[in-house]
C-alpha cells in the first residue's frame, strides 16, 4: 500500500520549514494483478488452428496389370508451370492434343472446370502434372480450385517427357 514518511524536527532555532513528505508506492500487488491478468488471457484465448487439407490417397494395387486404363474422352491434365503458368489439355498426350494456357483466376481454370465438358462426364479424371520450375504454392493453388469446384476425381501425377514435349512444341517455353 501506499504510505507516507514524515522527518522529525530537528529543534533548531531559525525559519520553519514546511515538511517535506516522501512518498512510497508498494508494487508488489500490481505485479501480481498483472501475473493474474496474463494468466487469464492466456487460459481463455482460442488459438488458430492449423488448417488442412484432406487427401484420400488411393490403395496400393498389388498387380499392375489389373488397372484400368484411362480412356482420352475421361482424361484432363493440368501443367503447372514456371512463373505462375498453367496449361491444361483434354485426352491423353500421345494423341497430341491442343494445349491451352491458363490461369489461377475464377475467369481461367475454374471455368474450366466447371465447363459442361468436365462437369456433365461422371468419369471425367483431372491428372495435376507439376513440372519442376512449378512452386509449392501453385500446387495449393489448383488444389484449392479442385475443392471449390468439387472436383471428385482427381490424380497428382508425375510429369512425362511427352508432356514436356508438348508444352515446348505449342506455347514455346
Known amino acids: 500500500m501506499a504510505e507516507m514518511q514524515q522527518q522529525a524536527d530537528s529543534g533548531k532555532g531559525g ?12 508494487m508488489t500487488p500490481l505485479v501480481d494483478l498483472a501475473a493474474l491478468l496474463i494468466t487469464f488471457f492466456m487460459l481463455t484465448t482460442t488459438f488458430n ?3 488442412t487439407m484432406e487427401i484420400n490417397m488411393p490403395k496400393k494395387v498389388d498387380n ?5 486404363a484411362l480412356k482420352a474422352s475421361n482424361a484432363m ?14 485426352g491423353l498426350a500421345e494423341d497430341n492434343p491442343e494445349v491451352i494456357e491458363s490461369n ?31 512452386r ?9 480450385e479442385l475443392k ?6 482427381f490424380a497428382m501425377v508425375d510429369i512425362a517427357e511427352s508432356d514436356k514435349k508438348l508444352v515446348q512444341e505449342q506455347i514455346g517455353n
Open 148 to 153: 471449390i469446384t468439387d472436383t471428385k476425381r
Open 49 to 51: 488452428k492449423p488448417q
Open 64 to 68: 499392375p496389370e489389373e488397372q484400368i
Open 136 to 144: 509449392y504454392k501453385n500446387v495449393v493453388d489448383i488444389l484449392d
Open 15 to 26: 525559519k520553519k520549514r514546511a515538511k517535506r513528505q516522501s512518498t512510497k508506492i508498494d
Open 104 to 134: 489461377y483466376s475464377p475467369g481461367g481454370i475454374r471455368k474450366v472446370l466447371v465447363s459442361p465438358q468436365v462437369k456433365s462426364n461422371d468419369k471425367m479424371t483431372v491428372m495435376v502434372k507439376p513440372m519442376e520450375e512449378s
Open 77 to 90: 491434365t493440368i501443367l503447372l508451370g514456371e512463373d505462375d503458368k498453367l496449361y491444361y489439355y483434354f
